[in-house]
């Protein structure tokens, strides 16, 4: 690779890492998933409180590595944060995943209407895994296209997970 296109990717990878600021509830809260077992959903019915969206794949090396972080995270503040994975893979391989890694948060399947809204997420690349992370009020405050490290994560949620101070 020369260059310019690593330079270009970095830069890439870099402005995907940053916070995101967005005034309005996500188009994501809208737009229809399915669970393992057939039924319509949307993240709409987690609103309420912090919650960490992840698109992912049972194929894809860096999702099957961050999401043993994922599961910890979750069972550390599962009264302040909620996960949710979308996986953009078939359910029988999605079900036999989440048994093998004991997947404590939902997981729902994303087909082509997931990947449209992963691109106005800002993952205009495509690629996995892509986390993106939404207040209370499902306004996205950061984005990350690649393996997320536990830390990492914990550092983006902790402003979220802050109680408001008491005049």
């Not at 890439?12 to 995101?20: D, I, R, T």
């Not at 019915?45 to 099957?64: D, E, I, M, Y």
């Not at 691109?119 to 205009?124: A, I, K, P, Y």
Request: charged share 20%.
């Amino acid at each position: 690779m020369t260059l310019l296109p690593r330079l270009l990717a970095t830069t890439l990878v870099a402005a995907l890492s940053l916070p995101v600021a967005q005034a309005a509830e996500s188009p994501l809260f809208k737009t229809p998933l399915h669970t393992l077992d057939g039924k319509r959903a949307t993240l709409a019915q987690w609103r309420g409180k912090p919650l960490v969206v992840n698109f992912w794949a049972t194929w894809c090396s860096p999702c099957r590595e961050e999401i043993p972080e994922f599961v910890a995270l979750q069972k550390k503040y599962a009264d302040r944060v909620q996960f949710v994975g979308i996986a953009i893979d078939d359910a029988a391989a999605v079900r036999a995943f989440i048994k093998q890694y004991k997947v404590n948060y939902p997981s729902l399947i994303g087909e082509g209407n997931a990947m449209k809204a992963m691109q106005v997420e800002g993952n205009t690349v495509g690629g996995l895994p892509f986390t993106a992370l939404y207040d209370a009020q499902g306004n996205k405050v950061a984005v990350e296209l690649g393996r997320l490290k536990g830390a990492k994560l914990e550092s983006l949620l902790q402003p979220l997970l802050q109680k408001p101070k008491k005049p």
